[in-house]
Structure formats: C-alpha cells, structure tokens
C-alpha cells in the first residue's frame, strides 16, 4: 500500500485496517503516507459507524505513539469528534462505548504528553455526567474507576458515586462505594446533608448480598462515619455518634465473608474512639449493661452489638482476620484508660498463635500499651512474654525486648524470672547481644528498687570472673554487668552496694556497652560515667557532689523517653491533643528531642572529663558534638535559632575545656602560658558578648550565658594580675545584678552557683581583699549544664547580616583622591534585627586604623523579618597610595556593658559584636590626564 490514493471509505475493511497498522508500525513509512493516514483517519471520526470508530481510536493511539509529533494534532481531532452534539446526546451503547474509548485515548495521550494535559479541561463534570449515564456496563465501571483522571468537580463526582451506588450490577455499586471513599479522602465535601446522605446510603449497602459491595460499604461507613463525627460540635452529640458509627460496625462483625470481617475490624482502626463502656463489651461476650444516657443515632438501645467482639475477632479461623482485630487495638486503648487493662490478657493469649504475622501484632499492640503506661505483667503472662524473648522469629525478638524496656514488675520473684529469660535468650542468639545490652540497661533503670537484690545475686559470678579470662569475656558477665550499672543513674544510694570492681570490668567492656547504649550515649560520656561511678563506690558514696551533677543531667536529659522531653515541655501540649497528631509528626519530634537531649548530655560528659585531668577526651568529645550539631537541619520542633545557639555554647565550653588545664598549676603561671590563657579569654569573651547581643527571645537562655560570663570572671580573679581586679570586679558584680534581675522577671530560682558566687562578692568588700581559696572552690563547683537552662524559647532567632559591595573588586576598584572622603557603596541584608538595635559599620584598613559609620534604624525601619537596603558609606581614611584595600564589617553594640568602651568622640560607646565577615574595598588612585 504504498499510494494514499488507494485508501478509501467505501473500500474500508479489516484487512485494510490491518494494512493501515503495518504502515504505521513501520519506522520506514515515509512521513506523507503518514500524512495520508492520518488526514484519513481523523477524517473517518465524523462517520456514524460505531464498529469502524472503534478501530480507528486504536489505530489513532498508536499512531500518536509512534508518531509523538502527531501527538497533538490527534488529541485535537478526538477532543472535537467527542464533543460533537450528536455524540453527546447518542443514547445507544454503541456510541456510549466509543465516546468511553475516545476518553480513554485523550487521558493517555495527556498523561504521556504534558503539554496537551490542559486541553483536557474541556471535559466538563456536564460531559462526563452525560458519557457516564449513556454508556453501557463494563464502560460505567472504567469512568468510574478513571474520574480522577479528568477534571470532574467533585460535587459531580460524588452525585455520580451516590446515584450508582443504587445500580442494578454489584460491580458498579462496588466502585461507586469506592468513589465516594475517594471523595471523602481527599476532604473537600463537607455539606452536612450530604455527609448523612452518603452514610445512610453506606449503612443500606452492609446488607448487600454481595461480599465486594459490603467490604467496601464497611470501608464508606468508616470514612464518612468519621466525618459525620468531626462535623458535630457538641461533646455529648460527638459522643453519641462516635457509639453509633463504632455500634453499627460490630452488627456485621460476624459476617460469612472473610473480607468483610477484615475491613470491620480494619474500620475500628480509622473510628479510634467510642465510649468506655462501648468498647469494654467489645472485651466480653456476656453483656456488662445496657448503655446510659441517649440512645446512639442509629437507635440501638444499649451495647450488646458490641458484646465479644474482639473474642470473636481473636478467634477467627482466618489469621488475616486475628491480625486485623490486633492491628485495630492501639487505636482504642489510645483514649481509653480501662480497655487496656482489660486487653492484655487477650493480647498475651495472641502471643501463642500460629501465625508470626499476629503475634508480631499482639506484641507492637502491647508495646503501645505500654508506652501509656497502662501495661501491668502479672505472673500468669509470663510465660507467653518469656517464648517471646527466645522466639525463633528475630523480629518477634526484638519487639518483646522493646516492651522489656518499658515493663515495671510488681516483685523480685518476676524480675529474676525475666532477667534469666532475657539470660537464655542471649545464650541462644548472640548475635543480638547489643540490643539486649540496651534492654537490661533499661530494665535495670526502671527497677532501681530491686539493685541491691540484683548485685547481690550476681556478685558471686562477678568474683569468679575477676580470676577467670575466659569467664570475664563470657555474655552472661556482660549482661550482669549491664543490668548492675544501670541502677545508680536513677538511685544514687545503691552506688554503695555495688562493689568497685563492677564498674571496673565494665570499663574494660566499655566498647561492648558502648555498642548497646548507642542510642543513649556515646562511648566518651559512658566513660565518664562509669568513672564516676567507680570514685563513688570505691569512697563508700560519701564523694557525691560531682557525681550529683551527672545524676541530674543525665535524668533530665532523658526524661523524653518518660514522656517530657526537654526542648518542649509537656505543659506547652494541651492533654486532649497529644494522641491527635500523626506518629510521623511525633516521631519527628522524639527524634530531634533525644537528638539535642544527647548532644547536651554530651557536653556535660566532656566537661567533667575535663575537670578529671582527661582534656584530650574532653575536647575530642566536643569536637564530635559540634560535627553532630552540623548535621542536624531545622524542623518543626527545633529552629534555626536554638541550633545557632547550641553550636555557640558548645564552642564556648571548649574554649573553657582548653582554660581548665591552666588550673593544675600554681595561681602564678609563666608569660607564655599567661598569654596562652589571655588569648583564650579573651575569645571566651567574645563569644559570650556575641550570644548576648546575636539572639532575641531570650528567656532562661540568657542565665546561661550570664553565669558563663561569671565564671571567666573567676578565672580572670583567681589567673591575673592585680591590674585587671578592679574592672574584673566591676565586670562581676554588674553581671551579678543583672542576672538577680532577670531571674525576677522570669519568676525563676538563681542557681547554686549564682548564690554562693554573690554571697563570696559580699564577704570581700574589696578588690584587695580576694579568698582564693573561696574562688578556686566556686570555679570548680561550676555547672556547665542546668536543664532549666535549655528549655528552648520558640521565638528564639539569630541577628546576623550580610554585606556586599556590588561591582567591586581588583579589576573594578573604586577611584578615590588622597585626603579626600571616598563613598563605598554598600548593599547589606539584615535578619531578625530589633528596632532598638545600635548597629556601626565598620571601615579599617591594613595599619589598624579604623573609622566607624552608624546606620541610621530609619534606613531598616520595617517589621519584616528580613530587611534589604543599599547604604553609601563616607570614609575619609584615603592616604597617599596608588592603590588602597579597605575591610568592611556591620557590627551590633552591645549596651548592656555597663563600662564606657570608647573614649572617642566619635564611634560607639560600648564593645562591639560583629555579625558578618569582613568584605574587602578595592580603591584605585585617580589618574591625572
């Protein structure tokens, strides 16, 4: 076929239409006789005959993706043959199916070619009501399944879903049902009317003979149950619908079909909540009273539909069904305080089913449970939670030692009993040696009432293993071990009780530990703790001052995993809203809490490092904290601010960590190690004065960084000579005051360290009369790390700039005249600066000599966070020179030094904090013509 011209309409058969595909196939066809085709075939779309535009939608798909030119020319002449009157309006379901095929290539064609994706527009919710109600079954099914791919509203859509959902053919009523599961996910059908309509309709079709329409009548009832409960606005009507919607559910919990029971208990999952007294029949097949108050909506007069349940949902034949009604379990018991008391046992009874999948579910279901703190291990669930810590399943293990983690027993007798479980487990999985290391750590925390019992119990194998190497290296010691050092973090005084050499071998295993705490701790502050631990108990816990602070720390620093994390205290969350964000959203937030709470814990780690004499560690330590810190990016529960904060703290104590080792030596120390420790200062200086003046919404952030600033104070007293005492003094009883202040402001207690150093300043009196002693002591009971201090404030933002000089550089300096001023046009962008803000730019060149510009608050005037302007700095430093490089830099005044800065007429009066780097100004000599 190789001349257009013997293509015909009246000549037109299948064997030409094969003929016609061959050509198209064909990567060879020239492109005219694809012109040809083409003009031939768009042009038979006018032609009434349903048989042969069948055929020719096909060919005009595969031409279109043979030929992706033609792409659009097609999509054309198919969106305007289906537009025609004529085939809107043909009833007959011949042409109801080609108009069905003919969407079907134009959604193809649009999803392949983007460009064309708007043109599909033109098939208004009036088109396709009218193709939908004309075409015949199997073609009703595939709009139905397609709606979304065109641009129906969804009042059409769901008009459509609610008529068919009465259609003769289950199918249809099926995908209908679906539609309107659809529509309500996506959210943005709320009329009231409407809502009770589409849920009585759902209500109507869990009656359906058959099984596909009921699964998903059950799936709408859910959905639009759940909506119909949000949109009352009384608590008692709320209530009462929430029992009916959950009420009509269990009427066909007992349904023949398998699928139906799946999505029931599926649906009590999306329902999450009901009444107390609702929910507990679920627990019982006797019923336990008929319900109080009004009846529910659908008029079910008390609560026997819910009368056993779950019973019956736990034994089901089917494991798919127990692993539903399992699964559906952490939803109820999030709002419920009775129902999972009353659960366990029926969960612990799962423990022992066939299935991996289900018992895997009993054990998250509990897990849950017992992150409310409502799981209570009686005797009789030992057993079933016993198999599951040596179960052969690895994922059945590692679930059953999480909820060890959480578990609190009631006596000794089941303490000894699961840690000897938890023992056996290990001798026949080694391999999961690490997370069972961080179980026993955590079940000895939360059994610190039982430790003397526990060392006592394994103080006969400790002193075995002492003379034994084999013996010493075994798991069992290590898991002892584990189990012993983890009770004073939580009970100082069973630190008396624990023999030396406890901590001893623990601190030859430290890389083991330190493998199973790793979620916790880090291998230099496992160090430091077990150090302390070992100066305790080798004193007879009489040494406890340093050993309190660690305590403290670490305590508070993880209280997130009892449910009050540090960053956001749990009184800034209301009690009704914290089981109503998604497990994503807290699973988030958790994470950036321990993230933070450790990096903190840290920190202290490595300062009592260092006042052990260990600085290397200390400072490698810090350094590691500021790699983490780097890492870490804002999110939802940590902002930009709070992290520029914690990356100038950490730099501060690092700073003090290299200050410390000055302290091994004699007050007096030579000049190279005093000028070794003025430079220090003076950087320690420098970034305390940036924290001070570089952050707004300061609140219980500022504490800390005032009593930093009177600790090097106390350094400069106790290191220095006389000639500094006196500004150092004033310096310290400023600071002193100021703090007093801020604490009555903010309705808080001045620490320790804050009283003791005020009452020491009010017993010398004078600068010439300085204890020492008195200073050397406050110096070293200093706490780096409060808790109270790191509640970070949400407004809590960082003031920088940045400074650009647009279109300098070498090659295009700025041309200047010697001894006259020069203007340097400067383009800055400011963040989060206040209005009261004093901010100078300063101008220097290489001999030092600087001149400062004050910027007018008028030129960034505005209550944006961020603030853009361009500012023509005069300066008259212009020397006789060919070429001339000047720095540039904005700094803030700090006005909270109570001490004149300058004594200059000109420039400001206080030090300086400087917000941006330096910008160089290149400036050329004029030339003379």
């Not at 349940?309 to 009604?325: C, L, Q, S, T």
Request: aromatic residues 8%; contains cysteine.
């Amino acid at each position: 076929m190789e001349e257009d011209d013997s293509i015909s309409a009246e000549s037109l058969s299948l064997d030409t239409l094969a003929s016609i595909r061959s050509l198209i196939i064909n990567a060879d066809t020239s492109d005219s006789v694809i012109s040809s085709v083409f003009d031939f075939l768009t042009g038979l779309l006018s032609r009434g005959d349903s048989e042969i535009l069948h055929h020719v939608l096909k060919l005009l798909s595969d031409l279109a993706f043979q030929r992706k030119e033609l792409a659009p020319r097609i999509f054309d002449s198919v969106l305007s043959s289906l537009l025609r009157p004529q085939n809107n309006a043909a009833a007959d379901a011949s042409h109801g199916r080609v108009a069905v095929e003919s969407l079907a290539v134009l959604a193809s064609l649009s999803e392949t070619n983007p460009s064309i994706a708007t043109a599909l527009s033109k098939i208004d919710g009036e088109v396709f009501a009218s193709i939908c109600l004309g075409a015949p079954l199997s073609s009703r099914l595939w709009l139905l399944r397609n709606a979304e791919r065109f641009y129906v509203p969804s009042s059409v859509l769901f008009t459509l879903c609610l008529g068919f959902s009465k259609d003769p053919y289950p199918y249809i009523r099926k995908v209908a049902l679906d539609g309107l599961i659809s529509i309500c996910k996506v959210g943005d059908f709320d009329h009231a009317h409407a809502v009770q309509g589409c849920y009585s309709r759902a209500v109507e079709l869990l009656s359906d003979a058959e099984d596909s329409v009921r699964s998903s009548a059950v799936r709408a009832v859910s959905m639009w149950g759940k909506v119909m409960i949000a949109s009352k606005e009384e608590e008692t009507k709320r209530r009462e619908c929430s029992d009916a919607v959950f009420l009509q559910l269990c009427s066909i919990v007992r349904d023949m079909s398998i699928d139906v029971r799946i999505e029931v208990f599926k649906a009590f999952g999306v329902i999450g909540t009901a009444s107390e007294s609702v929910i507990l029949q679920t627990l019982s097949k006797k019923v336990l009273g008929a319900g109080k108050g009004k009846k529910p909506q659908n008029h079910l007069s008390n609560v026997s539909a819910a009368a056993g349940v779950f019973i019956h949902g736990f034994e089901d034949e089917f494991y798919e069904v127990r692993e539903a009604a399992v699964d559906s379990f952490h939803s109820l018991s999030v709002n419920s305080i009775k129902f999972p008391d009353e659960a366990v046992y029926l969960l612990m009874d799962m423990l022992y089913d066939d299935y991996m999948v289900v018992r895997l579910k009993a054990l998250e279901a509990l897990r849950h449970i017992a992150d409310l703190g409502n799981l209570k291990l009686q005797e009789t669930y030992m057993p079933a939670f016993l198999d599951a810590i040596v179960d052969t399943s690895e994922n059945i293990r590692i679930e059953a030692r999480n909820i060890l983690k959480l578990a609190k027993l009631p006596d000794l007798k089941l303490v000894n009993r699961c840690v000897d479980g938890v023992l056996k487990s290990l001798e026949m999985y080694p391999q999961d040696e690490p997370d069972i290391l961080s179980a026993l750590f955590y079940f000895g925390q939360n059994h610190a009432n039982f430790s003397v019992s526990m060392v006592k119990r394994f103080s006969e194998k400790l002193g075995t293993a002492s003379g034994n190497k084999s013996e010493f290296n075994s798991r069992q010691l290590s898991a002892s071990l584990m189990l012993i050092i983890s009770a004073p973090l939580l009970n100082k005084q069973s630190i008396t009780s624990i023999p030396p050499l406890a901590f001893s071998c623990s601190i030859a295993m430290l890389g083991k530990f330190s493998c199973g705490l790793h979620d916790m701790m880090d291998q230099d502050m496992l160090l430091a703790y077990l150090t302390h631990c070992a100066m305790l108990s080798a004193s007879s816990g009489t040494e406890f001052n340093k050993g309190d602070m660690f305590f403290h720390a670490y305590r508070h620093s993880n209280g997130d995993l009892a449910g009050n994390p540090v960053l956001l205290p749990s009184k800034d969350i209301p009690v009704e809203s914290k089981y109503m964000a998604s497990e994503a959203e807290l699973e988030t937030r958790n994470q950036a809490h321990k993230f933070v709470n450790h990096i903190l814990l840290k920190i202290k780690a490595a300062w009592l490092l260092s006042q052990s004499g260990c600085w290397k560690e200390a400072l490698q330590a810090l350094r590691a904290c500021k790699q983490e810190l780097a890492t870490l990016t804002a999110d939802s529960s940590i902002s930009i601010g709070a992290l520029e904060f914690m990356c100038q703290y950490v730099q501060v104590i690092e700073l003090l960590a290299q200050v410390w080792p000055h302290f091994e030596y004699s007050r007096h120390i030579s000049t190279c190690r005093s000028v070794e420790l003025e430079l220090l200062m003076e950087e320690v200086e420098t970034k305390l004065m940036e924290m001070r003046c570089r952050f707004t919404g300061l609140s219980t952030e500022e504490s800390l960084v005032m009593e930093l600033v009177i600790f090097g104070c106390l350094v400069r007293l106790y290191k220095f000579e006389i000639c500094c005492r006196l500004s150092c003094m004033e310096k310290l009883s400023s600071t002193i005051s100021q703090l007093e202040f801020h604490h009555e402001q903010q309705g808080t207690k001045p620490s320790d360290f804050l009283t003791e150093t005020k009452k020491s300043l009010q017993k010398t009196g004078s600068s010439a009369d300085i204890n020492f002693c008195r200073l050397l002591d406050l110096i070293k009971i200093f706490n780096c790390f409060s808790p109270e201090q790191f509640t970070f404030s949400g407004n809590l933002q960082c003031v920088s700039a940045e400074l650009e000089v647009p279109g300098n550089g070498p090659y295009s300096p700025i041309s200047f005249v010697p001894g006259l001023p020069v203007a340097i046009p400067c383009e800055i962008k400011l963040l989060n600066v206040p209005r009261d803000t004093c901010l100078w730019l300063r101008i220097s060149r290489s001999d030092e000599t600087c001149q400062y510009v004050y910027l007018d608050p008028n030129l960034y005037n505005g209550d944006g966070r961020e603030k853009r302007f361009m500012f023509n700095a005069v300066t008259y430093m212009t020397p006789r020179a060919v070429v001339l490089t000047l720095r540039v830099s904005i700094g803030i005044e700090c006005l909270f030094e109570d001490t004149c800065y300058r004594k200059r007429r000109h420039g400001p009066k206080h030090p300086v904090a400087y917000m941006c780097k330096e910008r160089k100004v290149h400036l050329c000599l004029v030339s003379r013509t």
